[in-house]
C-alpha cells in the first residue's frame, strides 16, 4: 500500500523552485531560481539575506500560500534557515 500522505519528491522539488522564484521577485536578486541550493542557508554566507529580507520574504509567503506566521515564534530560525526548511514548513501549513 502505498503512502500518499508524504509529499513526492517531484513536488517537493516544484515548491522549492516555486518559493525560490518568489524570494527572488519579492528580494529583486539578480540570480535565478536554480542557483538558490535548497540546504545553503538562507542568512550570511548562503543567500547573504539580512532580517530585512527574511521579513519580506515572511510577508511574501503568508500571504501567497495563506500561512500565519509570528514574529516571536521560537521556531522562525528553523523555518528561515534554508530554501529546504522554509518549503517543508510551507508544505505542511500551507492553506492554499
Do not use: W
Not at 44 to 52: E, H, K, Q, V, Y
Not at 60 to 85: E, M
Amino acid at each position: 500500500m502505498q503512502d500518499n500522505h508524504k509529499p513526492a519528491a517531484a513536488s517537493t522539488a516544484a515548491l522549492q523552485l516555486e518559493v525560490a522564484e518568489l524570494m527572488i521577485e519579492c528580494l529583486n536578486l539578480e540570480i535565478t531560481a536554480d542557483q538558490i541550493a535548497p540546504d545553503a542557508p538562507l542568512y550570511g554566507d548562503g543567500l547573504g539575506l539580512d532580517s530585512i529580507d527574511v521579513l519580506e520574504v515572511a510577508l511574501v509567503v503568508s500571504k501567497h500560500y495563506g500561512l500565519k506566521l509570528r514574529a516571536d515564534s521560537a521556531d522562525n530560525q528553523h523555518t528561515f534557515n534554508s530554501l529546504r526548511s522554509l518549503s517543508d514548513f510551507i508544505a505542511e501549513q500551507r492553506t492554499r
